[in-house]
């Protein structure tokens, strides 16, 4: 079946640090690959994605790249905000007739201080 | 507007009671979703509809029951409740088409005491 690994948290960083979360998958075919973030209180929100090998999801400075080789998506950003403090999940979705079935991460909880 | 909506927000209640939590999306989307968060904040696929028709039931006790009027709504329906489906309920919605990007509402905290 399919699955998604990510380390566990919570992470802490400092304002301008740079960070890395990593994510690892197992699936059957090839998978599209999200990164979604839950900020607190809310509800999660796409952050980024990749829908095959050596593609690169970016947005709000974030970026992971596609790593078929290694089953890797790792998670980005060079110099991180205290806004960023949220959940991150990492997902993969497979395609059926039962439309977008994701399947999430343990998600890894990250906190910047200021 | 909100894209996906679902009340009540928070809800605390005995346990052996019955409640519902319900969903509205104003997206036209096709198919909607409910998902459980626990404590931990693993998040875990309950049910699929697709244009009103379950797609997906994981493996959740009959005591949860989805109901879908029109595809712009899709109600949680859970009897007898215990301690164990205390978590945060998230409702999704996502298009037909293949991009993938599920679209949450902002959750509802159940609590079962």
């Known amino acids: 079946g399919n699955s998604v690994t990510q380390m566990e948290g919570p992470v802490t960083l400092s304002e301008e640090a740079f960070l890395t979360i990593n994510c690892t998958y197992t699936a059957t075919g090839y998978p599209s690959l999200f990164w979604y973030v839950q900020y607190p209180g809310e509800g999660l929100q796409l952050l980024l994605k990749?829908?095959?090998?050596?593609d690169k999801g970016s947005n709000k400075g974030f970026e992971a790249t596609y790593r078929k080789e290694t089953t890797s998506f790792h998670l980005e950003k060079g110099s991180v905000q205290v806004s960023d403090s949220a959940v991150y999940f990492c997902a993969l979705r497979t395609f059926n007739n039962a439309g977008n079935m994701l399947t999430f991460g343990g998600g890894t909880r990250l906190m910047v201080k200021p | 507007d909100t894209a996906v909506s679902q009340t009540p927000k928070y809800l605390v209640t005995q346990m052996g009671n019955d409640k519902s939590i319900k969903c509205e999306q104003n997206?036209?989307?096709?198919?909607m979703y409910w998902y459980k968060q626990d404590s931990k904040k693993f998040l875990k696929i309950m049910f699929s509809y697709n244009n009103k028709e379950l797609i997906i039931n994981e493996t959740v006790p009959n005591r949860f029951s989805p109901k879908s009027p029109d595809k712009a709504h899709l109600n949680l329906h859970i009897n007898s409740l215990e301690l164990g489906d205390s978590a945060v309920y998230f409702c999704a919605s996502s298009s037909g088409t293949n991009t993938g990007e599920l679209f949450f509402g902002e959750g509802s905290r159940l609590t079962v005491l």
């Open positions: 997206l036209g989307h096709d198919t």
């Open positions: 990749a829908t095959k090998a050596d």
